[in-house]
């Protein structure tokens, strides 16, 4: 069985950095894609990062390249979000989820119903 965790989540003033951790269990990278999601109020879930098995490359939602950084601990079962920089509009729920089928990272930042399982999501919020 498949399960996700994420944490970490908090109120943190704008230009601060946050760090969410999602604990997995019954998968890993190699069995395909995990990802961040997040969503605000009002608004679809969109993408945030991916790293999938497909090419191994991280993709980014241009929204918060360079300030956000994806990672993942194999050892700990875990996968990071390093989040710097913050700003108001990047507060949302944050969800971690994954898939098994290893479409590219790109794909899954488009299309968030595609992901087979997700973990319950973690509040950030920034305040400006």
């Known amino acids: 069985e498949v399960q996700l965790q994420a944490s970490g989540g908090g109120l943190v003033q704008a230009g601060g950095s946050l760090t969410l951790s999602c604990v997995v269990s019954?998968?890993?990278?190699?069995?395909?894609?995990i990802a961040w999601f997040r969503q605000a109020p009002g608004k679809e879930r969109e993408g945030v990062s991916c790293i999938s098995k497909n090419d191994g490359a991280t993709y980014y939602a241009d929204s918060v390249k360079g300030r956000f950084t994806m990672s993942s601990d194999n050892a700990k079962n875990t996968v990071y979000l390093q989040m710097n920089n913050l700003k108001p509009e990047d507060t949302a729920v944050y969800y971690c989820?994954?898939?098994?089928?290893?479409?590219?990272?790109?794909?899954?930042?488009?299309?968030?119903?595609?992901?087979?399982?997700w973990g319950k999501g973690t509040q950030v919020t920034v305040s400006s």
């Open positions: 989820a994954a898939d098994r089928t290893y479409y590219s990272g790109f794909y899954y930042l488009q299309r968030p119903s595609v992901m087979d399982y």
């Open positions: 019954g998968f890993t990278v190699d069995d395909g894609a």
